[in-house]
């Protein structure tokens, strides 16, 4: 139980190579579905760009022999990253923490931050304390005994000690895939079938 005590951002630092990449994966999972429905409430783009993304990634992780050109892939990640200027929605928020996720990923993999998943990591829970405060739901007091934000924290908890104790890339990135899209829904509480 002593690796529980540790913090969860200390855990993900301590992660490298596709362990790394394969928890931000997970984690993404349930960041996205709050970019495709931005993107299908406000026309912005095409959520499938961000979607085939982190497919390639999941493919990177089971299949590393497979030919990925990442810098291809971000550059079209920016592009597919809205701005707070150009939309008064809330949504736009977790769109950019998903898309800039993405980009942090896609960074880690092609060693430019090799802290990428710690900035994913700390973006998915960023994008749920704001959820949260945002919505009225909690304020500085509660928002960490919110029952969603205590859900955020154990399923990042939960990937970790998936990832930790996982040997396969294959194997582990199913379960890791399993556990984050289990309840169904988003990081914010969508359900995951409306941003399908």
């Not at 951002?9 to 996205?32: D, I, P, T």
């Not at 495709?36 to 783009?45: A, G, K, P, Q, R």
């Not at 950019?96 to 700390?122: C, E, F, M, N, R």
């Not at 939960?158 to 899209?181: F, M, R």
Request: charged share 20%; net charge negative; hydrophobic share 40%.
């Amino acid at each position: 139980m002593g690796q529980n005590k540790l913090n969860t951002f200390a855990r993900v630092r301590e992660l490298s190579g596709w362990k790394a990449a394969s928890f931000s994966a997970a984690l993404l999972e349930r960041m996205l579905p709050n970019y495709s429905l931005f993107c299908e409430v406000t026309d912005f783009y095409d959520p499938q760009v961000c979607r085939t993304c982190l497919d390639l990634i999941w493919e990177s992780i089971t299949a590393p022999k497979s030919k990925i050109n990442f810098s291809l892939q971000l550059e079209k990640v920016e592009e597919a990253t809205p701005d707070t200027a150009a939309y008064d929605t809330y949504g736009v928020y977790p769109a950019i923490d998903a898309a800039v996720g993405l980009a942090a990923l896609l960074g880690l993999l092609l060693t430019q931050d090799l802290q990428g998943a710690v900035v994913v990591s700390k973006l998915s829970q960023g994008s749920v304390e704001a959820y949260l405060l945002s919505s009225g739901e909690a304020d500085d007091e509660t928002v960490k005994q919110h029952p969603l934000m205590e859900f955020e924290v154990a399923i990042q908890q939960e990937l970790l000690e998936c990832v930790e104790q996982g040997t396969d890339p294959g194997l582990t990135a199913k379960a890791l895939k399993k556990i984050a899209l289990e309840e169904g829904i988003s990081n914010i509480g969508i359900e995951l079938g409306t941003a399908s």
